[in-house]
Structure formats: structure tokens, C-alpha cells
């Protein structure tokens, strides 16, 4: 006998975009050793930790060297102290009620987004956006909840939900049966949003429909218009159909050191084969416990420091830096004539690409002619071909170098 492996990670049929962003720029930079490249493709942050983060951090650190103040394992639902801390500050100011066994502490929300169909049936029908954050996709392929990709590169077995200009980028509600729906908003990458009664529209399918909305929140310390809703659970009946995900890392720069949340309201149910109704509450945290040894102590200590008068100073100063950026790049492409979406509310800027370019065209153009490197859209999904995404995560002079690079273009 030999060993067989997951046929379902074959499906797989692109890189992971990502991965060939990396690739190209590396054999770019080897060929040409003196270009300055700026890069505005993945979303990580450039400003540092928030002083009181890291002071929190280093006292932390010490009190692992000292046999009186020493922590082994931690719960692996997260030290008590920072769920408190987000409840009181994140969620009570929306006037949401949220209690502490419904939050678990992480190391991403990338991964939990991953991770969370693990507790879902695999004949569960699963609904994302297009273009998409492509984790959502392809860890469900991995699990085998979809078929083989089609010619138009979506993958069969899956609910496809266009956002384009022509519906403003705001998704349609299927028209088919699903059970699960992937959403990020503000969305990730095309930057935009929805209002408080466009996403009562979908917890209200959710209700009717028995189905699960998996809340993608890691943007929302972006948030400025009032209309917007930075939470999910400020809608009527969300607790009862939506899980929401969140992160340290876009807000208080934790890309480098790691910790998120999740959570997971005990009024959500989902049902066995025979009808038997299961709180999904349990379920996590029973795949946590199982498959996760939690954070670290130091960085859960780090984290309840971003709560703290100084630390909610400092956020929201790099908050306004990188909306900064998002306006520098957004003006700058609207005044060389390319049409944008995204860049309000968001740290995502989205491109129509010019001159009728396909997104992979327009990347190598930029990259060979200005050395600066972005996202193509096709690599989010079918929808996003034809588009371009640019983060506001790097410093503000790349970013006014980057745009007066562009600019000298002829596009």
C-alpha cells in the first residue's frame, strides 16, 4: 500500500496570488539589482507598534522570567483579562452585548477564516463575493466542498456572487439555496462597503433561509461614516446567523506579532443528518482546544494595551496615516483619468485597469516601468479581472513617490 494523498489540494489550479506576486517581483529585483521597488500588494502594515503596546509587551516578557509571575499554558480560548477588554471597548460603545465564552482569542483572523468550515458538513453549499479574499475559496476546495474549477475560473460546487461597478460592487442575494456566506466589509480588495440597511438585507436572507454569515470585520477600525455599521451584531437577529472575525493587525500593526478573535454567539445552531439541532459555540471551541494552543501571553497583554487611553490615541493616528494614503492614492489615480473605487472607509484602493489592459498586464507595467508593485484583480476571482488593487500600508513618502511615478506614465 502506499501513502495517498488529499486529491482535493490538486484542484487548486492558480498559485495562491500572493505567492506569484512574490515570485515575480524576486526575479525582477535579481535582473534589476538597483531598482527601488515600492510595494503596495499585500496588506502589511509599515508604522510600529504603539508605544504603550510595546512597553505592555516588554513587562509581559518579564514576567515570563520571573518564577512568580510565570505563565505555561493559557486557555485556548484566550486569558479572560483581553476578552473583557474588547467587549467593554469594541462592542458595548454599539451597544452590542457580547459575552466572554462566546470570544476566542487568536492568532489570525486569516486563519480562523480558514479554519472555521472545519466544523461545517462538506455538503454545506458556500457562497462568496467575486472578487474575493482568496483564503475563503481555497480552504474550502482543500476540504473538498467544491469540484474542479471551470473555464470562466470559478470552481464548481460553488455560489459565485458577482460585485461589480455596474451593481456598485455590492453583492446580489443568491438566487440559489446556500448554507454559508463569506462576507468582508469593509471588503477586501475591492475597498468598498455596505450600508446598515444593504447588510440587514443579508442577515435578513440568513434568518429565512436557516443560513451561517461568515463576517469578515478585519477592516473595520476604518470605518468613519456613521452609516456603515463596524460590526455585524449591530444588526437586528445577526447573533442568532453570523460569525464574526476580527484582528489586531490593520489597526494596532499586530501583522509581525499576531493575535485576532473570533466571535461565535452560543444562539447559532446548526443540525446533524437528522435534524438534531447543535449550538456551533461548543463546536469551535472544541476545534480550538483541540487543534490550537493559544496565544501567547505576552501578546494577549500586548493586546489589552491597544484598549488603553494610549493605546486607542495611537491606533487611531496610524488609523488616520494610512486613511491618509488611501486619499493621496485615490486622488492620484482619479487625476490621471483611471477610474477607482474603494480608498474611503477602507485602506484598499480598486483600479479599473486603463487601456483595456488584463490585471496581470498592468501589473507587469507597473513593476518594469515605475517599480512599483500592486495586486492584480483576476487573482481575487473571474470579477476582479480588469482591476488592480493598491494598499495605503506603506509610508506616506512611498506613497507620494509611488504616485508621482505613476503619473509620469503614459496611461
Known sequence: MSVKINENYLLLK???????????????????????????????????????????????????????TFKGYGPEQGYRFLAEEIIEKDYKKLGVEV??????????????????????????????TDPVYPVYVDSNVMAGRSGPMQENGQYSGIVYLPCTAENNFIPEL???????????????????????DELSKWVDYAIEHNSIILFDAAYEAYVTDENIPRSIYEIEGAKKVAIEFRSFSKDAGFTGTRCAFTVVPKDITAFDCEGKAYDINSLWNRRQTTKFNGVSYPVQVAAKAVYSDNGQKEIRESIEYYLKNAKIIRESMEKIGLKVYGGVNSPYIWVKTPLNMDSWEFFDLLLNKAYIVGTPGVGFGPSG???????????????????????KLSI
Open 14 to 68: 492558480s498559485n495562491y496570488i500572493f505567492i506569484e506576486i512574490n515570485r515575480r517581483v524576486e526575479e525582477f529585483q535579481k535582473e534589476n539589482p538597483q531598482a527601488q521597488i515600492i510595494k503596495m500588494g499585500i496588506g502589511d502594515v509599515t508604522r510600529p507598534l504603539p508605544k504603550s503596546v510595546v512597553n505592555a509587551f516588554e513587562n509581559a516578557v518579564l514576567e515570563m522570567g520571573n518564577s512568580e
Open 99 to 128: 459575552s466572554t465564552d462566546e470570544i476566542f482569542i487568536s492568532d489570525a483572523a486569516k486563519c480562523d477564516t480558514a479554519n472555521i468550515q472545519e466544523i461545517f458538513g462538506l455538503k454545506n453549499i458556500i457562497a462568496v
Open 174 to 196: 443568491p438566487k440559489t439555496p446556500v448554507d454559508l456566506i463569506y462576507l468582508c466589509l469593509p471588503n477586501n480588495p475591492t475597498g468598498t462597503t455596505l450600508t446598515r
Open 385 to 407: 479581472e480588469g482591476y488592480f488593487r493598491l494598499t495605503a500600508f506603506n509610508t506616506l513618502e512611498n506613497t507620494v513617490e509611488a504616485m508621482s511615478r505613476i503619473s
